[in-house]
């Protein structure tokens, strides 16, 4: 049986390689865009994803240890989302950059979603932390779509 220690230190290694995932993925895209506005946006959001990072680690119990802050999942649903951004950026096609980054984001909902239902062995301070998270990454998830559907 997993400790509370152990628990926590699964969810948060989980949620920080998700975050690594999401800021190599805004830094590629902004890198590659050509639209200023995007680039600002991509910027804005991967650095989102290195404070997230940063409150996460202090997170992490001290006996546990954390993933690289390069370590990605690289492979799996959020690298094949970044992947379809590429591609998108290849093409140039606003749209489709836009519904891969969705789909990216998508996927990150799902992580913190599953790290909230399976939160109550999770101190107090780790699940607030989460659904903080949780709920700016929402608000990013809605405006890449709003965005997209005015592509």
């Not at 379809?84 to 891969?100: F, M, Q, T």
């Not at 999770?122 to 699940?127: K, Q």
């Given at each position: 049986?997993?400790?509370?220690?152990?628990?926590?230190?699964?969810?948060?290694?989980?949620?920080?390689?998700?975050?690594?995932?999401?800021?190599?993925?805004?830094?590629?895209?902004?890198?590659?865009?050509?639209?200023?506005?995007?680039?600002?946006?991509?910027?804005?959001?991967?650095?989102?994803?290195?404070?997230?990072?940063?409150?996460?680690?202090?997170?992490?119990?001290?006996?546990?240890?954390?993933?690289?802050?390069?370590?990605?999942?690289?492979?799996?649903?959020?690298?094949r989302a970044w992947m379809?951004?590429?591609?998108?950026?290849?093409?140039?096609?606003?749209?489709?950059?836009?519904?891969?980054c969705e789909y990216g984001?998508?996927?990150?909902?799902?992580?913190?979603?599953?790290?909230?239902?399976?939160?109550?062995?999770?101190?107090?301070?780790?699940?607030?932390?989460?659904?903080?998270?949780?709920?700016?990454?929402?608000?990013?998830?809605?405006?890449?779509?709003?965005l997209r559907d005015s592509?």
């Open positions: 049986m997993e400790t509370t220690i152990e628990k926590t230190a699964e969810v948060l290694n989980d949620l920080i390689i998700i975050n690594n995932d999401r800021y190599k993925g805004y830094e590629k895209a902004r890198e590659e865009v050509k639209d200023p506005d995007l680039k600002d946006f991509f910027s804005t959001y991967g650095n989102q994803s290195k404070a997230n990072n940063i409150e996460l680690r202090a997170l992490m119990p001290a006996s546990e240890e954390t993933p690289r802050l390069d370590e990605t999942t690289l492979s799996g649903k959020l690298h379809d951004v590429k591609n998108a950026l290849d093409e140039g096609d606003r749209k489709k950059i836009l519904s891969s984001e998508d996927v990150a909902k799902s992580a913190y979603e599953g790290a909230l239902e399976d939160s109550s062995e999770l101190p107090a301070g780790v699940v607030e932390t989460i659904k903080k998270q949780y709920k700016d990454i929402l608000i990013v998830h809605n405006q890449v779509k709003t592509a």
